[in-house]
């Protein structure tokens, strides 16, 4: 008996250190993968971290998080990651619906007083989805929430809730909206205390833009990275404005170390179990007797091989974010080249996903021609 323990053993560690040869020699690929698509696209600069079932197994940063003052990214850059920032939302949410203090399936007039006739068969799920029909509020980017809210409530629908899909930020502002009533908190409040805080996110946040006379007041982010453009080969900085009401849906600046910290906390099951938020992440609702394009958790769904995964973009190209749930991968690409479009995270996974068609093509797309 001791001598099978003893071989199952030995051939347990021999398994370890050939899955170990295999991850660094991976990485190294990546390395070379990543260098030489920088200095091919002129890409200021990138950090990526892969993790796998919990565990952190790549992190790395490359280039330059500012040129003016030539500072390199670190593991603690804060990134704008726009659009993805809709993951950490949808974190929230999920979190919120495990703690049954909110349901996919509430009608929105539950939380909100005096709702139109047209959004009364409006839900949560449909928020979450982007298939409210909510029309994008785009006036005064510094006015508050509630004044969008009225807004919107005094405009038309673009369809009856439910029967059609676009991608807005409204759908997540009115969710916002709503989460801030359900805890009784600000966004910002909630997000640090339910999200980052348990997760160890300790680096990022909102710069929180506001307007004050013929000034523009931002709050200091640690380590902030300048997002760049090009034009004829010379770099530009450049800012986007994202209104406070909609940074449910974008505007989060985040570190490499707090992503791979976000990922970390889903795979440990930290705020809530992976049984349970299976079926809203990789799970799809219909809309109009199609297959909806987000799931239920408001991520983008892909299949490929017979490969399940999801994730989010957004800039189009400043974050990037795949979560492959039966392999346990989750790749994650930062970047502060605003031309960038988003491939890196899917072409990183074919490095270490068997049977994944490698798609190793990196392309960028004109900003801005003035």
Known sequence: MRLLQLILLLFAMQNNCFAQDRIALNNQRVDTFITSKMKAFNIPGIAIAIVKNGVAIKVSTYGMANIEWKQRVSLHTNFQ???????????????????????????????????????????????????????EYSSNPYTSTASVVKSLKDSTLEYIPGNGQHYAQADFMLLGYILEKVYRKSFIELLNDEILVPLKMNDGGYDMEQKVGSFIRTNLIKEKATTYYEIDKKLYAYKFIYPQFNYTAGGYFASISDMAN??????????????????????????????????????????????????????????????????????????????????????????????????????????YRF
């Not at 990651?81 to 996919?104: H, M």
């Not at 047209?118 to 928020?127: E, Y």
């Open 262 to 367: 976000w990922a970390i906390g889903l795979d440990r099951e930290i705020l809530f179990t992976k049984r349970f938020s299976k079926e809203y992440i990789y799970g799809r609702d219909s809309i109009k007797h199609q297959l909806s394009n987000y799931t239920k958790a408001g991520w983008i769904l892909e299949n490929e091989n017979g490969i399940q995964y999801a994730g989010h973009s957004g800039g189009p190209g400043l974050a990037d974010i795949l979560r492959f749930p039966d392999e346990g991968y989750t790749f994650i690409v930062l970047s502060n080249d605003g031309e960038l479009l988003p491939y890196f995270s899917r072409a990183i996974a074919s490095f270490y996903i068997p049977n994944l068609p490698a798609k190793l093509k990196i392309e960028k797309f004109e900003l």
């Open 81 to 135: 990651i726009a659009s993805c920032t809709k993951l950490l939302t949808s974190t929230l949410l999920l979190k919120a619906v495990y703690n049954k203090k909110i349901g996919l399936n509430d009608f929105i007039e539950k939380y909100i007083d005096s709702v139109p006739n047209s959004w009364k068969s409006m839900q949560i799920k449909h928020l979450i989805s982007h298939s409210s029909g909510l029309r």
